[in-house]
C-alpha cells in the first residue's frame, strides 16, 4: 500500500518527499524528519535476528538506502554474521549495548534524531543511550519488506 508522506525539505531544492510505507513507525519517522527539516537521521543496528545476513528481515540494500538519503548506519552488534559494508561500533572491543550506542551518539553530537532496530527488546539500553527503539520487523515493513 503506497500512503505519500510528504514535506517542503527546509534548506534544500524545493519539493515533495513522497516515501512508501505503512501507518505505523514509517509515518511516525517521516513526520518526525519533516517536523525537523529533513534533518539527518542516526541509525544503529544490532544484526543477529535483525539483518538479513543473520536470517534478519532487514536488507543491506534498506541501509544503503537510508545512507543515500544522508542518513547515518552503525552496527553496534560484534556478531560475526555483520555485514561488511558498514561502520561498526565497539568501544574498547565489544562493551554492552548500552555502551556501543552511546558511542554512536558521541559521533554525532550536532543531530537529534537517534533511532536503535533490533530484535531483542533492550529497550532500557536504547532509552539510556538516547536512541528511540524500532523493531526489526516494524522497520522492514515500514520499508515495504516481509518481516521474517
Known amino acids: 500500500m503506497w500512503i505519500p508522506l510528504v514535506c517542503r525539505a527546509v534548506g534544500r531544492v524545493p519539493g515533495l518527499h513522497v516515501q512508501r510505507a505503512p501507518a505505523n ?8 524528519r ?3 527539516g529533513a534533518g539527518v537521521t542516526v541509525f544503529a543496528f544490532d ?7 543473520s536470517a534478519g528481515p532487514i536488507s543491506d ?6 545512507q543515500h538519503r544522508g542518513d547515518y548506519v552503525y552496527i553496534v552488534s560484534p556478531s560475526a554474521a555483520r555485514p ?3 561502520p ?11 555502551e ?6 558521541a559521533m554525532h553530537p550536532d543531530e537529534d534524531r537517534f533511532i536503535y532496530v533490533s530484535d531483542n527488546g533492550d529497550l532500557p539500553e536504547a532509552n539510556a543511550a538516547e536512541f528511540e ?13 516481509e518481516p521474517a
Open 25 to 32: 513507525v514509517a509515518q511516525r519517522i517521516e513526520h518526525q
Open 34 to 36: 519533516c517536523a525537523q
Open 47 to 53: 544484526v543477529d535476528g535483525t539483518l538479513a545476513s
Open 61 to 66: 540494500v534498506e541501509l544503503i538506502g537510508l
Open 84 to 86: 561488511k559494508l558498514f
Open 88 to 98: 561498526v561500533v565497539l568501544p574498547h572491543g565489544g562493551g554492552s549495548r548500552q
Open 100 to 105: 556501543n550506542l552511546r558511542a554512536v551518539r
Open 133 to 145: 527503539y524500532v523493531w526489526h520487523n516494524e522497520f522492514a515493513q515500514a520499508h515495504g519488506q
